[in-house]
């Protein structure tokens, strides 16, 4: 496990770099004492593999519009805790020690959920997690304008009323993001803080053959080979689409966008530490449960990810005490709330944010 410590752009503080070694080494400490790691992960992966396999052939089997609809759904969400539980752990490496297998079953993964992982993995990795929360740099605050999360740029008047129709909005955000967003976005060259001259050829190639794929196992496989009609199928697709929406963005946004989070301001430099950066923009929901790291998948231990990103997800729960442990000692309070707790201060923020007038708060 190797820290990333980016803070060429951050406020060089050595007090903080100093707890941060001493909190590395602790973590490590107790990362070497678990046990089972590839058998708790491998067991996971079966699981959730067999799962989502049964879920799938169930939309052949069923005889009801409500049956279909349920597997559908149960199909959407499986698969999805698949990608919560591996395919980030894989796009930072942290499952298998060669990059390239890592990528190849991250690629996989992100293909069955029709996403381009290519591209996610570009923002994900050399913008989110450098700079969490910092405006035109971190490309998770960008969404399509519509949704306005920066507190240091005035709103739209739009905005005013984004705590109303952004969780409508949110119901389509995997359409959104699978038909619009991943083709529209291969075409900018800039994207927060990225700059794409050209993409390889062969990205070309997946994007096309993935979303294929996807639209073909999904839509055209069910259609041929079940008794429902198109409508029936397409209508357990969107409402698949809409659950799913609503989890995933609402698991993404409260891991850092809620009442108490941090959003740096930048000048010359990000206006604080490293480690501070990391820890305040960050939220936690159940750090330290079991329950909940089986099936986010480390997402409820986000202040562990950002401070540890090549750290497989199962070792979270125990970092996660540790952590709190130093930073509490250290008279630092890490933001934490309850999952529904989250989603209700998410909204608060965004109602917040929205009514600004053109003045900054951190």
């Keep these: 496990m190797q820290p990333i410590i980016n803070i060429t752009h951050h406020t060089k503080n050595e007090t903080h770099e100093q707890w941060y070694r001493e909190m590395h080494q602790a973590v490590q400490a107790e990362v070497q004492k678990q046990r089972h790691t590839r058998v708790k992960l491998t067991a996971k992966a079966v699981f959730y593999t067999l799962l989502s396999i049964g879920l799938y052939a169930a939309i052949f089997w069923v005889n009801t519009l409500v049956g279909l609809m349920l597997a559908y759904v149960g199909f959407g969400f499986v698969v999805l805790l698949l990608g919560f539980n591996f395919a980030h752990d894989l796009s930072h490496n942290a499952i298998f020690k060669s990059k390239k297998r890592n990528n190849f079953w991250f690629e996989i993964l992100y293909g069955l959920l029709g996403a381009n992982g290519y591209l996610w993995k570009k923002r994900h990795l050399h913008s989110h997690h450098h700079y969490p929360n910092v405006d035109e740099h971190d490309a998770d605050l960008e969404l399509g304008g519509v949704i306005h999360l920066s507190p240091h740029q005035a709103p739209k008047p739009l905005h005013r009323f984004q705590h ?136 409820n231990c986000h202040i562990a990810h950002h401070l540890f990103p090549n750290m497989c997800h199962v070792h979270y729960p125990a970092a996660s005490r540790v952590i709190y442990a130093h930073l509490v000692a250290r008279e630092i309070t890490p933001n934490q709330t309850g999952y529904f707790e989250g989603i209700w201060s998410h909204i608060r923020l965004l109602r917040r944010v929205g009514n600004l007038k053109h003045r900054a708060i951190s």
């Design 164 to 299: 109303w129709y952004g969780p409508l909005l949110y119901a389509i955000y995997t359409l959104y993001w699978i038909f619009y967003k991943d083709p529209v976005y291969f075409f900018r060259k800039k994207q927060a803080n990225l700059y794409f001259e050209q993409h390889a050829k062969e990205e070309w190639v997946k994007l096309i053959l993935f979303k294929a794929l996807y639209i073909s196992y999904l839509l055209v496989v069910p259609m041929t080979f079940t008794h429902f009609g198109w409508g029936a199928i397409l209508g357990a697709f969107v409402l698949m689409h809409v659950l799913m929406s609503w989890f995933l963005l609402f698991t993404f946004l409260i891991t850092h966008h809620v009442e108490q989070t941090f959003y740096p301001e930048v000048k010359l430099r990000i206006n604080t530490s490293w480690m501070m950066h990391q820890v305040e923009s960050a939220n936690d929901f159940y750090p330290f449960s079991k329950v909940a790291n089986f099936i986010f998948g480390g997402f």
